[in-house]
């Protein structure tokens, strides 16, 4: 029983209008989750889409939201050339720009835009100099999500008595976790701090606009997760039962950031 993120499930208005900005803008694999018979789709790629309302209903709260959601996906790219290109590729599919791609801390280098869905997205390269030629058709090769929390050693606690283990920690300025493989990495950062490195304002409330999916191995762990989110500190939002996504339920951490556990 260990937690892990194997989907991002995210919210959007107009669904097919953010699959097709997905597929253009970062050549991103997106599942619709409300397809039936995308069932094997949808178990395997790294996202999801589906609209505002039904993933909130599923998840057991609300859909009202505004401003800042707080969290940032970051994609990892190979070479600064290939940020340009994706950021380019983004605002050019409807995307706003937020912070245009330059050299960063560390010599990085990055650029961050909010999608016409609403998901703030940062695009990074681990170096500031191109080492060779940048691929035709960049696509990103590691995805984290990051939480903008309250206290970043507090929720480290919560998802260590989930099962995650640690990888890097600075304290309350920056924590993550080391991902199974073909999962996402997950991040802990401080709300204000993280919206500020994005480029936007960190006001905002309500429905995050996402659910995070961990893919359990037995009905008896997603009931096992669950119980251990409660004791932990978390919310059941929706108790385990049958649904369209085999047997499942979801609990919100204790910022209020939404999992779905599910068989």
Known sequence: M????????LAAPDVHRAR????????????DQEDPAG????????????ANDALAAEAGVGSTTSGF??????????QPTEVRTLMDAAARSGAETLKPAK????????????????????????????????????????????????????????????????????????????????AARLCLMGRAVLAKDAGTSHDGSGFPGLVLTHRAASR???ETLLEAAATAGGRITAAAGETGHGYSGCFADP???LWRVAH
Request: with cysteine; charged share 20%; net charge negative.
């Open 255 to 257: 910022d209020g950031f």
């Open 20 to 31: 097709a900005f997905y597929t253009a803008a970062l050549s991103l694999d997106v599942a």
């Open 69 to 78: 959601r707080g969290y940032v996906l970051t994609c990892g790219v190979d």
């Open 2 to 9: 260990n937690l892990s993120l194997d989907t991002v499930a």
């Open 103 to 182: 050299r960063a801390l560390f010599g990085s280098f990055s650029g961050s835009f909010r999608a016409p869905d609403g998901a703030v997205w940062k695009l990074a390269a681990g170096t500031n100099k191109d080492t060779g030629p940048p691929a035709a058709a960049p696509r990103p090769v590691e995805t984290t999500a990051i939480l903008g929390v309250a206290a970043p050693k507090k929720s480290k606690v919560f998802y260590e008595a989930l099962g995650m283990t640690v990888d890097r920690d600075y304290g309350n300025k920056y924590i993550d976790f080391r991902p199974t493989a073909d």
């Open 39 to 50: 069932s094997e789709t949808r178990e395997t790629a790294p996202f999801a889409l589906s």
């Open 220 to 222: 008896g762990d997603v």
